[in-house]
């Protein structure tokens, strides 16, 4: 009998060792995580982009390695990514109302 290999779905490229299989929380949180990284920045979106469809979840060739589960589902990288991408949302909208202000000078 051939044996199946796994594959980590949510792979990040320094993380190696044994994948684990799905529970119905680990797909849960992913799937929730995904959502949340897909409008974010940074690598977590790279892979939240590449992740594809989950919702053959169960198969036996589709798992996470710990690492990368962590890395995708913390907390505390997310909040940051929130914060650091909202700071940029900010910023781009300072630009751009001080780009409009330069305008109203320059033309009156």
Not at 64 to 76: E, I, V
């Amino acid at each position: 009998m051939a044996s199946v290999s796994t594959v980590c779905v949510i792979h990040f490229d320094e993380e190696d060792g044994r994948v684990a299989r799905f529970t119905e929380h680990a797909y849960q949180r992913v799937v929730e995580c995904r959502e949340i990284w897909k409008t974010l920045d940074g690598k977590q979106r790279e892979v939240a982009e590449n992740t594809g469809s989950l919702d053959d979840w169960q198969d036996s060739a589709v798992g996470y390695h710990r690492g990368c589960y962590s890395k995708f589902t913390n907390k505390t990288l997310i909040d940051r990514a929130i914060a650091r991408c909202e700071k940029a949302r900010l910023r781009s909208t300072d630009d751009l109302s001080l780009s409009d202000k330069e305008k109203m000078n320059t033309s009156g």
